[in-house]
């Protein structure tokens, strides 16, 4: 009788929201101001045990959503999740709901692989599940409104009226107490053979700042949040708000109550379909260093998903920035600690006058480039194992691909070539590393072979990005600054 009841106000609502109602009431003023986190708003408050959530009123049909968030709606309209329980019913699974709950709305109850029946329901009362199985006219049509993956699955129920609507939006990703804070994590964590889920591989990655690659917390969330640098020109790639911004035009001069690590909806926005897996760019990226020896070379275009990489892991220095590094010193000295971009192109580090460089390297004939080493993915069905790529660790199988049996990515020697290649040239430069930019202790002569160390250095492949250009960098350093020191120790120049 409960659900019979809610059917019919529901029903009401609708006929009213479609149809409207004659009388003298005029029109609908326009909308409150926006909430603080985004154009979104914030989550309203939840009753206990969550039984005073609103209903899910548009269920799987987000095209209902369109008067107020148009471009949101139609880019949903092309991804994905609009043809989510359309794909789950031509692969035969509509009635397993270890398959259903991330295919419909609402759905909240504890379930097994091949359950067809929920005996542990959840604490919302009106998802999915509360509806399943259809024993009534009623539920049957609640059952099939809730189904499919829409606007109110990630954003939280409608209610049965617009003033009702107080939507969740969250930028978080994040355990917290073990329990991860992402929304998509409900839906998103598909768990390897070792039990591994997608949001664990994330935790071991360098996008997670809390944790170092063992696993080892280094700082709370609340102390990131305090400490570290998000604000201004860096929390464009440091933080999750600052990426949206600077690439959703929703979201242009946006100023957030508070600041989330890089995670799931900073590189993916759910209402994308315009580029792959929903990314966010796959712009071209230019480097910044654009000295006349590159000015037309320096644009990383045509990797697909590889390209979003290249947003934040660029040089992000200047000319002028360099030369004046060059020059005068520099507490930052070399590139932003993120080259990763340049150095695959082969452009971007200083390059002494009057030697040749190598630019052009094989990996660069990769597909995806940075996302065909870094993001390896496997089947559940993969002899080695599933894997979901979001760890970001390079793989050994990307490598086995041209350099068949290998077990190292030291191939051929090439990385240890490298390794001594630095310290030859930090050697010969006569200072400790972490001093190249100390114009008090360096010369300029000194921070011109040191540019290439810092550069290959920040790089952190140990040339295995870009070999050629990484060796070229070295061997001309070392060329240069070994025979600018026996001319000093000759006398022809004066000793600094």
């Known amino acids: 009788?409960?659900?019979?009841?809610?059917?019919?106000?529901l029903a009401l609502c609708l006929a009213v929201a479609f149809f409207g109602c004659e009388g003298e009431q005029g029109p609908e003023g326009p909308a409150g101001p926006q909430g603080e986190a985004g154009p979104m708003g914030d989550q309203g408050p939840q009753g206990e045990d969550g039984k005073d959530v609103p209903e899910y009123t548009y269920g799987g049909n987000s095209e209902r959503c369109v008067g107020c968030h148009e471009s949101a709606v139609e880019g949903w309209m092309h991804t994905h999740?609009?043809?989510?329980?359309?794909?789950?019913?031509?692969?035969?699974?509509?009635?397993?709901?270890y398959c259903v709950k991330c295919h419909v709305t609402g759905f909240d109850a504890e379930v097994a692989y091949g359950d067809t029946e929920v005996t542990t329901p959840g604490p919302d009362m009106h998802g999915f599940d509360d509806y399943w199985p259809p024993e009534t006219a009623e539920d049957s049509m609640r059952v099939e409104m809730l189904a499919g993956v829409g606007c109110e699955s990630c954003h939280g129920p409608?209610?049965?009226?617009?003033?009702?609507?107080?939507?969740?939006?969250?930028?978080?990703?994040?355990?917290?107490?073990g329990h991860p804070t992402t929304v998509c994590a409900k839906c998103h964590s598909q768990a390897g053979d070792d039990g591994t889920t997608e949001m664990?591989?994330?935790?071991?990655?360098?996008?997670?700042?809390?944790?170092d690659r063992e696993g080892n917390e280094v700082m709370t969330i609340e102390e990131w949040r305090e400490e570290h640098f998000t604000e201004g020109s860096c929390g464009a790639c440091h933080s999750s708000e600052g990426f949206i911004a600077r690439w959703d035009p929703d979201y242009a001069g946006w100023e957030p109550h508070e600041r989330n690590l890089i995670g799931c909806v900073t590189c993916h926005d759910p209402h994308e379909a315009n580029n792959i897996h929903h990314l966010r760019s796959v712009d071209d990226m230019t480097v910044n260093y654009d000295a006349e020896v590159v000015a037309d070379e320096g644009t990383m275009t045509g990797y697909g998903s590889g390209q979003i990489c290249a947003q934040c892991h660029q040089?992000?220095?200047?000319?002028?920035?360099?030369?004046?590094?060059?020059?005068?010193?520099?507490a930052h000295f070399g590139p932003h600690h993120s080259n990763q971009g340049d150095m695959f192109l082969g452009i971007g580090s200083y390059e002494i006058e009057g030697y040749e460089y190598e630019r052009e390297a094989v990996h660069q004939n990769l597909e995806r480039g940075c996302v065909d080493c870094h993001m390896t993915m496997r089947g559940h069905g993969d002899p080695a194992g599933w894997k979901g790529g979001h760890d970001f660790y390079p793989a050994l199988e990307a490598c086995q691909g041209c350099h068949s049996g290998t077990d190292t990515f030291d191939v051929g020697g090439g990385q240890t070539e490298i390794e001594e290649l630095m310290e030859q040239l930090i050697t010969a430069i006569g200072v400790n590393a972490d001093d190249l930019g100390d114009g008090d202790i360096t010369t300029p002569e000194q921070r011109m072979a040191g540019y290439a160390y810092a550069f290959v250095h920040d790089d952190g492949s140990h040339g295995?990005?870009?070999?050629?250009?990484?060796?070229?960098?070295?061997?001309?350093?070392?060329?240069f600054i070994s025979t600018y020191n026996a001319a000093r120790d000759a006398g022809e120049i004066a000793n600094k």
């Open 315 to 330: 040089g992000r220095r200047d000319t002028d920035n360099v030369v004046g590094q060059i020059e005068n010193g520099y």
């Open 200 to 211: 664990e591989e994330w935790e071991l990655s360098g996008h997670n700042a809390l944790k």
């Open 1 to 9: 009788m409960v659900k019979r009841l809610m059917v019919l106000v």
């Open 158 to 177: 409608m209610g049965t009226t617009i003033y009702d609507h107080q939507p969740m939006v969250s930028y978080e990703t994040h355990y917290n107490d």
């Open 81 to 97: 999740h609009a043809e989510a329980y359309e794909d789950l019913v031509a692969e035969g699974n509509e009635t397993n709901l």
């Open 464 to 479: 295995a990005h870009n070999p050629v250009y990484a060796r070229s960098l070295l061997e001309n350093a070392i060329d």
